[in-house]
């Protein structure tokens, strides 16, 4: 059983995107998946609850109490997946502590760039937290997402991330600025299911693996 929790403290980087993708991939390998929405804007609970298939469980979240919460329920998934909000506030810092790996979307922006030092900052306190309690190192990563390929922002990115690397590295998959992403969550798919044979399933089948070796899961 892993925790995962997608988050940034800043709004837009496809934090709900990325994680009911995930949750969907991990459903698809026969996995039992929880998404856990740790944000007021309830994007990924809205897309679990007009999906047809009903291989994904969710729950909404709006208090501060997810690390309480999760150890009491956390043996009947696989993976509990948790989309943490936009914003530095107590159910972002409750989930944070929460996880076991956590990734953080970064869209290629100077703004984004600047305030992924915000994320690392809140990211530090978590650790130390956990380290207090006796409780692993959180694992975290930076995840590019809505790369535009063969841009100088998008390189850009790339290498002042690596600033943070001791922190948070990057991984390997990279996830690209398409439209299967917008247009398959509108009908309550992920790219995967949604157009199986595209470039965005294949980037979220790589993430998919790259994250469960991660997890250290089969
Ligand atoms: N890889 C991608 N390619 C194209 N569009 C994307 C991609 N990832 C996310 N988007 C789009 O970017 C917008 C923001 O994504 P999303 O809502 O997942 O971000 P978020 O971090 O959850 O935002 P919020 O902080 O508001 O909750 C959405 O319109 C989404 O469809
Ligand atoms: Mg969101």
Known sequence: ??????????????????????????????????????????SSSAFVSIRENKNIETEWIKTPTV??????????????LIDVGGRDNAIFRSSLIACD??????????????????????????????????????????LINMLKAHTIIGRETIMELQEFKAEAPILITRIGDRSAFQNSITKGLGVLEYEPS??????????????????GEK
């Open 67 to 80: 690390h309480e919460d999760l150890p009491k329920i956390k043996n009947n998934y696989d993976w509990v």
């Open 1 to 42: 059983m892993t925790i995962i929790g997608i988050g940034n403290t800043k709004g837009g980087a496809g934090k709900s995107t990325i994680a009911c993708n995930l949750a969907v991939a991990a459903a698809k390998k026969g996995k039992k998946v929880l998404l856990i929405d740790a944000d007021i804007h309830s």
């Open 101 to 142: 790996l956590f990734i953080i979307p970064v869209k290629p922006s100077v703004f984004d760039i600047w305030d992924t030092i915000d994320t690392i900052e809140v990211l530090k306190e978590a650790q130390k937290w956990r380290r207090e309690n006796n409780l692993k190192k959180i694992k975290s990563h930076l």
């Open 198 to 215: 595209s470039k965005a399933a294949f980037e979220i089948a790589a993430l998919y693996s790259e994250i469960n070796d991660l997890a």
